[in-house]
């Protein structure tokens, strides 16, 4: 709300002046706490599929998470209850999501009443996701699709092919230099990522193009820091530190595989295609192995042409 309030602030201060207005706000955000946490009924709340569903097949990594927040306390709700206390967890995310459209409305309102909605860019985004129960997990993390795959919304008021929505992937790599050409700005040599702007303007397509995803969890907090209190042995907790110091590198293919590789880990292989909760790993399946292989060697190259270091583990 008090971003929102400046935001507005700022954009009637400087109307007649052009600007670019950067929004940061940390909600959705543990702790899932706030005006709204009353407004969504838990009991009624709509889940996946995969909500709470043990991740069996996946990563150690992911099972070690899922096995500590089953045993822990969040925001004060002790998850050790079950459904009902993860289901007031996600209503009260989905009270700080509210929070943020919020915010988000107020800024379009003065947008509005500056009366320059006509030759103002607007972009909305996120870092990250949150697994929220899915998967019986909490945080980010994860190469899981709920906790890297986010909204990208792009308004562009001189665009005249109307709403639309653009298939592919793409990386938020690319944001940075898609905004400086929409902008009419030149777009530094060295930058890291490529224009989308004849993407956005309907000219071409993401046809063909791979996303690769990094994590670096070389120091991270201890993943029981956020927890109340946890009933979970110390030797475990420490396994779990351990991998999630350790780097993963991901791929999702223009087809829609993915393919999420650590030196210390379990691999995983996900047809995002028949397989959109990611529920069945095909990593060790025998007729994907030319596939785990070409995959891995895409992620070598993207390695070799930006300079990434982290180790892969042997296909």
């Not at 190469?143 to 709403?163: K, Q, W």
């Not at 999630?244 to 995983?268: F, H, I, M, Y």
Request: glycine share 8%; charged share 25%.
């Amino acid at each position: 709300t008090f971003l929102g309030a400046r935001a507005a602030e700022f954009i009637e201060t400087n109307a007649d002046t052009p600007f670019v207005l950067y929004v940061s706000t940390i909600e959705p955000h543990p702790p899932f706490t706030g005006p709204y946490d009353d407004l969504y009924d838990p009991a009624t709340l709509p889940v996946e599929e995969t909500f709470l569903q043990a991740p069996e097949g996946s990563t150690l990594f992911n099972r070690l998470r899922a096995e500590l927040f089953s045993r822990s306390v969040r925001d004060g709700i002790d998850l050790r209850d079950g459904e009902p206390a993860w289901r007031r967890l996600r209503a009260n995310y989905w009270g700080a999501a509210k929070l943020v459209d919020d915010m988000v409305g107020a800024i379009l309102k003065a947008i509005d009443g500056a009366g320059i909605s006509d030759r103002t860019i607007v972009v909305f985004t996120s870092d990250h996701g949150d697994m929220v129960g899915t998967h019986g997990m909490l945080e980010m993390r994860t190469p899981y699709e709920e906790a890297t795959r986010v909204p990208l919304l792009i308004c562009d008021p001189r665009l005249e092919n109307g709403h639309r929505l653009i298939e592919g992937n793409v990386s938020q790599i690319d944001l940075l230099p898609t905004l400086l050409e929409l902008l009419g700005e030149t777009v530094p040599e060295g930058l890291q990522g490529v224009s989308r702007a004849a993407v956005v303007r309907g000219e071409e397509t993401l046809a063909g193009n791979d996303v690769f995803v990094q994590h670096n969890g070389v120091g991270d907090r201890n993943l029981a820091a956020e927890c109340e209190d946890y009933d979970w042995p110390e030797e475990k907790l420490a396994d779990l530190n351990f991998i999630n110091s350790q780097p993963w590198r991901s791929v999702v293919t223009a087809d829609r595989w993915k393919l999420n590789l650590c030196a210390v880990d379990q691999g995983e292989l996900y047809d995002l295609n028949a397989d959109p909760l990611e529920q069945r790993n095909l990593f060790d399946r025998p007729e994907q192995r030319d596939r785990v292989r070409a995959m891995a060697a895409r992620l070598r190259q993207w390695q070799q042409t930006v300079g990434d270091t982290a180790p892969l583990p042997a296909v």
